[in-house]
């Protein structure tokens, strides 16, 4: 069983940026597919980006151009920088890891862009 823990989440302005963090408990070298989803009040939980273990990317088409996902397997860590966050990005961002059918969680962090 990996944890994932995320931090970076908070209040930040329109137009601003933010840098969300995933630490795994475990080594991540192994895992394939790693993302981060979000949820919005009152609407279901979406995927935003992933990166495989091969760091092929695929992103939402809406934080196209503004997201960008990283990992490092050295220090087992997954990464989501955030730019020009526009209020609709509001969200509990949760980091998922994903070996075969077996999925793990992290905690969620919110975010919330808002002048």
């Known amino acids: 069983q990996v944890q994932l823990v995320e931090s970076g989440g908070g209040l930040v302005e329109p137009g601003g940026s933010l840098r969300l963090s995933c630490a795994a408990s475990a080594s991540i070298f192994s895992i394939p597919y790693m993302g981060w989803y979000r949820q919005a009040p009152g609407k279901e939980r979406e995927l935003v980006a992933s990166?495989?273990?091969?760091?092929?990317?695929n992103y939402l088409d809406s934080v196209k151009g503004r997201f960008t996902i990283s990992r490092d397997n050295a220090k087992n860590m997954v990464y989501l920088e955030m730019n020009s966050l526009k209020a609709e990005d509001t969200a509990v961002y949760y980091c998922?890891?994903?070996?075969?059918?077996?999925?793990?969680w992290g905690q969620g962090t919110q975010v919330t862009v808002s002048s």
């Open positions: 998922n890891g994903r070996i075969s059918v077996v999925v793990f």
């Open positions: 990166i495989t273990s091969n760091g092929i990317r």
